[in-house]
């Protein structure tokens, strides 16, 4: 397993923006396919965005136009640019690797981002 920590959250306005950090204790370049989750207030946990080893990049449609997920290989982290951000947006966001050979899932322990005026 990988271990991931999330960084970044926190309480902003509405229409505002965060930027989400996941930092991962070993290389995520080649075997592992990263996303970040969601799970707002009495609700499941939900993707909001995925990124493969070929940085193939996939979106929640609540999201899409709006949050923007990239690799940065060389400091094994992902990121999560939220730009416009909603109150609908409120969630503990979870960072997540998934082995591409194992299929084994790795997760974060979260950051709370609260979206409220």
């Known amino acids: 397993q990988v271990q991931l920590v999330e960084s970044g959250g926190g309480l902003v306005e509405p229409g505002g923006s965060l930027r989400l950090s996941c930092t991962c204790s070993r290389s995520i370049s080649s075997a592992y396919t990263m996303g970040w989750y969601r799970q707002p207030p009495g609700k499941q946990r939900e993707l909001v965005a995925s990124i493969t080893v070929r940085d193939s990049i996939s979106y929640a449609d609540p999201v899409k136009g709006r949050f923007t997920i990239s690799r940065d290989n060389a400091r094994n982290a992902v990121n999560l640019q939220m730009n416009s951000l909603q109150s609908e947006d409120t969630a503990v966001y979870y960072c997540?690797?998934?082995?591409?050979?194992?299929?084994?899932?790795?997760w974060g322990k979260g950051t709370l981002v609260t979206v409220s005026s």
């Open positions: 997540n690797a998934k082995n591409v050979y194992s299929g084994i899932n790795s």
